[in-house]
């Protein structure tokens, strides 16, 4: 009888371990996405890897991929430059139905900054992404193209719903956004997870609590952020991605764009595991006497 226990036992436990999801199918789909860029171009290889309703913030405001390239080429057009990326930090939720993937991005081989996606899987089972964005902090120092990527541990906690999910980072991010405009830096490291990243432009991505409070050190003392605008969770309601607008002072001159933030259950509460800062271009000051 012992024998029998012990085995049912390693049984289950074997069972619960199969079902960790893995986050390969996500860092492929990436890599595939990268690698369609030379033939197809910008439009043609968003369009392909992404969902309709994917969102892309660009000059200031959130596109749908459908309005964004609406009427563009399907395949890259001459002289287009060549973009590719790969991934150095991966992840996917318990529900192995979302997942993301974040690393350097070069132009014509010339690295220039870092792109961040959200991948969400479909019924069919293919991986499109819902989200695309990209940041201008310093590629230094990151594994090359060939590299594995870190892989931010599953979540072992998730809330009662994708909804609830939502609701509950809502929340944490109005108090976000009510405390960083006193203290954004403190805002930020009391919900920052240990093993999270944070880019801050022009610096390297921040990887671990001592970098994180450097990094934040070059943002300007006090934000002004925004309701969430739009986002999404996983079905087991532990992953959850959220935009937003963004508002600050900088050289004595008023800035805005978007905050995009990625958010993983953990037993101890919600925690920020991926965050950027999506500056707007500045506007053009008026004609002299328009």
Known sequence: MRVLIIAASTFLASSVCAQVPDAAPVVAAERAFSADFPALGLAGSFRKWSRPDGIVID?????????????????????????????????????????????????????????????????????????????????????????????????????????????????????????????????HLAVMADDGRLYVVPRPPAEEPDAFAAALDSWPACFDFGPTEGGGASAAGDLVWTYGPAAWVRDSGSRSGHYMRLWQRRPEGWRLVMAQLIIAPIAAPPPAGG
């Open 59 to 187: 000059g200031g405001r959130a596109w749908t991929v459908a309005a964004l390239f609406e009427g563009a080429p399907q395949t890259r057009r001459d002289g287009e430059p060549v973009l590719n990326w790969w991934p150095t930090f991966a992840g996917i939720a318990m529900s192995g139905d979302l997942g993301f993937t974040t690393g350097p991005a070069a132009q014509d081989g010339l690295p220039y900054g870092h792109y961040f996606t959200i991948w969400s899987r479909q019924a069919d089972g293919r991986w499109l992404w819902v989200y695309d964005g990209g940041s201008a902090a310093s590629p230094d120092g990151q594994p090359g193209a060939d590299s594995a990527p870190r892989l931010l541990p599953v979540a072992t906690v998730g809330s009662a719903s994708p909804d609830d999910a939502l609701a509950e980072v809502r929340a944490i991010e109005a108090a976000l956004a009510a405390a960083a405009r006193v203290d954004q830096k403190a805002a």
